[in-house]
């Protein structure tokens, strides 16, 4: 949990706001796998940082949602284009 911690520290994931009126806080929880390798030994243990995103009620916590999503194949397509 430490290691994920400084990880989201160092890559600037988040920065400390002060919470808006009339607003509720969100919440976060770990949530802990076990990565196994393909002859069933213990590869890896992750902990990883989640928020509860399932407490909001759209419109009233939230307005709208964006998450930009880019397919491999598009990014070559746009290279193509741009080399020639």
Not at 7 to 26: D, E, F, H, M
Request: one cysteine or more; proline letters at 4%; aromatic letters at 10%.
């Amino acid at each position: 949990m430490q290691q994920e911690l400084a990880a989201l520290k160092a890559n600037g994931t988040w920065s400390l706001q002060a919470l808006p009126p009339r607003k509720k806080l969100i919440g976060c929880k770990w949530v802990y796998k076990i990565k196994f390798k393909f002859d069933g030994n213990v590869e890896c243990y992750k902990a990883i940082l989640v928020a509860r995103g399932y407490n909001q009620v759209e419109g009233l916590d939230y307005h709208e949602t964006f998450a930009p999503v880019v397919k491999l194949v598009t990014i070559r397509l746009l290279l193509v284009i741009v080399l020639s």
